[in-house]
């Protein structure tokens, strides 16, 4: 049987200590007299990668070259941007003086017109449209001259019918003014009446084709127009291609011409009796492609007011205009502007016709 032996804490410490004493003191010592080695480098044994730094030099002379390019490549930028500024401003006042001397044969034009017509008594006048009312009084009739630039193609247009939009229908030029938003509106065309309704007369052209197909010219009848330019187009054509040719945007017909190329027209011995006096309504364009609208007032319908076609030919061909046709007359004449009748209508009030020109702002 083995006999355990119990040693007492304090004892075990004291023979601990005593047992790892010796190599506590072996680890003093080489802590205290022994140095680690040093490594000892000599600046001398440096040599330099010469070809590294002749690479950077190349670098910095390169990127040093690159700087000089680009200081004038900037510079020359610069003077390119303001010589080009000079140009530009130098070309604005050439196109200014040109454009301000281009207008002067056009005022000058339009000053020797206006002075045959008088002052005006009234003016409308906006980016599309410029129009000028006269009253005319020659002494054997009296009436109203309306001359009309069409600034923008779009200021004049042509109505067919009514609101109802039927076949054979017809409005006063009032009510196709006010129903379109129109400053100012004329009649147009002739019209024949049957079945119930107003029809247009011969070829009429509107929104892109022939209302009822194309009608050749006959006997005296006439078309008149506007091609997509806004120029007055007219005549006769005895074949749809003829018209075409000419790009109609809306057009009318009646009868006579009145002046071609500057040029009257003989009148048919038939329209200068029937009636001999009339009201009427003419339009025709100057040089310039101004229009000028004449509406002369009359009683009646029987001959014994209004004036006659010869009479509006020679004042016509007085005040210089180019090409003129003579629009339906008599009690169908009728001239609105600024939302009032400007004429006295011989039926005592409007007539409803099937076709207007209408002008607007």
Same mark, same amino acid.
């Not at 291609?241 to 003989?266: C, H, I, S, Y």
């Not at 492609?289 to 509006?312: C, F």
């Given at each position: 049987?083995?006999?355990?032996?119990?040693?007492?804490?304090?004892?075990?410490?004291?023979?601990?200590?005593?047992?790892?004493?010796?190599?506590?003191?072996?680890?003093?010592?080489?802590?205290?007299?022994?140095?680690?080695?040093?490594?000892?480098?000599?600046?001398?044994?440096?040599?330099?990668?010469?070809?590294?730094?002749?690479?950077?030099?190349?670098?910095?002379?390169?990127?040093?070259?690159?700087?000089?390019?680009?200081?004038?490549?900037?510079?020359?930028?610069?003077?390119?941007?303001?010589?080009?500024?000079?140009?530009?401003?130098?070309?604005?006042?050439?196109?200014?003086?040109?454009?301000?001397?281009?207008?002067?044969?056009?005022?000058?034009?339009?000053?020797?017109?206006?002075?045959?017509?008088?002052?005006?008594?009234?003016?409308?006048?906006?980016?599309?449209?410029?129009?000028?009312?006269?009253?005319?009084?020659?002494?054997?009739?009296?009436?109203?001259?309306?001359?009309?630039?069409?600034?923008?193609?779009?200021?004049?247009?042509?109505?067919?019918?009514?609101?109802? %939009? /039927? !076949? +054979?229908?017809?409005?006063?030029? =009032? @009510?196709?003014?006010?129903? &379109?938003?129109? #400053?100012?509106?004329?009649?147009?065309?002739?019209?024949?009446?049957?079945?119930?309704?107003?029809?247009?007369?011969?070829?009429?052209?509107?929104?892109?084709?022939?209302?009822?197909?194309?009608?050749?010219?006959?006997?005296?009848?006439?078309?008149?127009?506007?091609?997509?330019?806004?120029?007055?187009?007219?005549?006769?054509?005895?074949?749809?291609?003829?018209?075409?040719?000419?790009?109609?945007?809306?057009?009318?017909?009646?009868?006579?011409?009145?002046?071609?190329?500057?040029?009257?027209?003989?009148?048919?011995?038939?329209?200068?009796?029937?009636?001999?006096?009339?009201?009427?309504?003419?339009?025709?364009?100057?040089?310039?492609?101004?229009?000028?609208?004449?509406?002369?007032?009359?009683?009646?319908?029987? %001959? /014994? !007011? +209004?004036?006659?076609?010869?009479? =509006? @030919?020679?004042?016509?061909? &007085?005040?210089? #205009?180019?090409?003129?046709?003579?629009?339906?007359?008599?009690?169908?004449?009728?001239?609105?502007?600024?939302?009032?009748?400007?004429?006295?209508?011989?039926?005592?009030?409007?007539?409803?016709?099937?076709?207007?020109?209408?002008?607007?702002?």
């Amino acid at each position: 049987m083995k006999t355990l032996i119990h040693m007492p804490p304090k004892q075990i410490n004291r023979w601990f200590m005593i047992a790892v004493a010796p190599f506590i003191g072996a680890l003093l010592c080489m802590w205290l007299f022994f140095e680690p080695p040093r490594l000892e480098v000599d600046p001398s044994a440096y040599v330099p990668n010469t070809d590294l730094s002749e690479e950077t030099e190349q670098i910095v002379k390169g990127l040093d070259q690159a700087k000089v390019t680009a200081d004038k490549t900037i510079a020359s930028i610069e003077k390119t941007a303001k010589l080009y500024q000079q140009t530009t401003a130098a070309m604005n006042n050439i196109l200014k003086t040109a454009t301000a001397q281009a207008e002067v044969p056009e005022r000058v034009y339009n000053r020797r017109i206006t002075a045959k017509l008088g002052i005006p008594k009234e003016r409308v006048s906006s980016d599309r449209i410029h129009i000028e009312l006269f009253k005319i009084n020659p002494g054997t009739y009296h009436g109203y001259a309306m001359k009309v630039k069409l600034k923008d193609p779009n200021a004049m247009k042509m109505s067919l019918g009514n609101a109802s %939009g /039927k !076949s +054979g229908s017809a409005e006063t030029t =009032l @009510q196709a003014v006010n129903r &379109h938003g129109a #400053v100012a509106g004329i009649n147009a065309g002739g019209y024949a009446d049957g079945k119930g309704g107003r029809y247009p007369l011969g070829t009429t052209f509107i929104d892109g084709k022939y209302i009822n197909g194309f009608q050749p010219s006959f006997k005296d009848l006439a078309f008149v127009g506007m091609n997509q330019s806004g120029q007055l187009i007219g005549g006769k054509f005895w074949s749809k291609e003829q018209l075409d040719r000419l790009n109609p945007k809306f057009g009318a017909t009646f009868v006579p011409v009145l002046m071609k190329n500057g040029k009257k027209v003989p009148i048919p011995e038939k329209w200068k009796t029937e009636p001999a006096r009339a009201p009427r309504t003419v339009i025709g364009n100057y040089k310039d492609d101004q229009l000028l609208i004449l509406v002369t007032e009359g009683y009646d319908e029987n %001959g /014994k !007011s +209004g004036a006659t076609l010869e009479e =509006l @030919q020679s004042k016509l061909y &007085h005040l210089g #205009v180019q090409d003129a046709y003579n629009l339906d007359g008599g009690g169908s004449s009728s001239l609105i502007l600024n939302g009032r009748v400007v004429n006295n209508p011989s039926d005592g009030s409007l007539r409803p016709v099937p076709t207007h020109f209408l002008f607007f702002k």
